[in-house]
């Protein structure tokens, strides 16, 4: 009895001691998550370089994320720790916007980290070319635009510039897309080599074609930056799923009548059909930490009222996901412009945006399943074709017009400004940005050139003067020869 006593008493210390570490773990993770979607804009000068800020806020989130699903024992940076990995590796697993390939194999080489270093480069360098093109087209058609609105302007003139704008700016839109999956595609391929090279990651495909996407499930959970699909499936999608914050097995205990799925929840219980994943923008990577199973109804959710028969989770509880995830996402997008603006917003835009596509995702996996109940389905090209349409439509009503949006000078407040306040849009002030780094590196370049330049010089002057001077030393004969062998003589 006393022994039961004792080991129950030490059983308790070490759950004791337990739960405050892992309460010290979840303060601290959570806490450095937060400073890291603070910082950005006191590490650049949002005024004059949007860009960068974006940049880093960019590179912050994939931390933050991770950070705070560790906090709740999932995904990746919570699996290594789990699978105790080497200190190295946790730290590059935890700082790089990196997530490691299901399948572990021999480390990464070194030349097939060089050449994600070149496919990086070549990515952002047509990223460059694209983006530049596409931004100075959209601005000169948004002024030409604005300028056929004037008072003074013919009505005819008007209306066909107008027109003009109506069917240019999609199209600008468009290629500005491609040029956003090369700039993040390029950037990831960058990071990539960095994981092969230095930590030994193999890390999963950043993008998947997602120009081919049939479905809007299939483009958010499939194709469209997969690195971050797979960090908002643990971060929003899995807790809503699960209906607990802290996966079963990370807090040491599970419930009765909701088996902890393994070897993950939230891609298991994900709906079948054009929605796979079923957590649109936390979708995604194939990972070893979300798990590889389309099928529906697998595992468990806890939180019965919202759980169907069998266990699966619920439409609603789906939907719930689905919202959630977006919801995460458009409110770290909100933050963004935020920090490249100097505290302006979108006025709830942006959030819009991303909040949309979970009812158009249920609506369109609904669709779906009945066309195949009556053994029809959608072709091929007709569902690419509608879902690169449907984007560029959202894109044009709800991403486009805060951007193209005059917003007062950084630092100026208009309500307390004794003087008009300048305005320009975060469009103009990405140009300004781009034309002032082209600018500077243009005078780097001079800068480097131009000492060799003025060294070639000064060499070919001492060349032709030796020559001179040969030639005014030679005897008659050889000179006589030697005219006759220059180009003036031939």
Known sequence: MSVSCSDNARTSRKMSGLAGYVFFRTFVFVALAIVLQLLPPYLADASTRPLTVQTLACLAFPISAKLASAAMGRGALAAEIKGKSSLWRMIGVALLPVIPAAIKGPRP???SALRKLQLGMLKLAS????????LVALQRVSGSQQHAEGDDCPASSSSATNWMAWVVKPLIYYCSGLGLWLEVDGMGDLFDALAMAGFG?????HFDMPTKSESLGEFWAKRWNCTVSSLLRELAYAPVIEGRLVRADAAGCSHPSAPSPQ????????????????????????????????????????????RSRG????????????????????????LVFAHMTGGHTTRGVWAAYFLVQAPLITAEANARKALRRRGKGVPRWLGVLSVNLALVAMVSALWMPPMLRPLP????????????????SLLDRVLAQVRADVEVAQANVAAVAQPAVARAEAAASKLSA?????????????LNITALATPAAL
Not at 269 to 279: D, K, N, Q, S
Not at 466 to 478: D, G, I, K, R, Y
Request: proline share 12%.
């Open 127 to 134: 990223f460059m070319a694209c983006t530049i093109a596409g």
């Open 311 to 334: 266990g699966a989770p619920s439409a609603l509880r789906r939907l719930a996901g689905l919202a959630a995830t977006f919801l995460v996402s458009g409110v770290w997008h909100e």
């Open 109 to 111: 080489s070194l030349g």
């Open 263 to 306: 070897p993950s929840t939230a891609h298991q219980l994900a709906p079948a059909g054009p929605v796979p994943e079923g957590v649109g923008a936390g979708a995604g990577a194939r990972s070893q930490h979300s798990g590889a199973s389309d099928s529906e109804g697998v595992g468990g959710a806890a939180g019965g009222p919202m």
């Open 466 to 478: 030796a020559w001179e001077s040969l030639l005014a030393a030679a005897p008659v004969s050889t």
């Open 409 to 424: 000078a950084y630092g100026c407040n208009p309500r307390t400004s004794p003087t008009p306040c300048p305005s320009s």
């Open 201 to 205: 990651i193999t890390p999963e495909p």
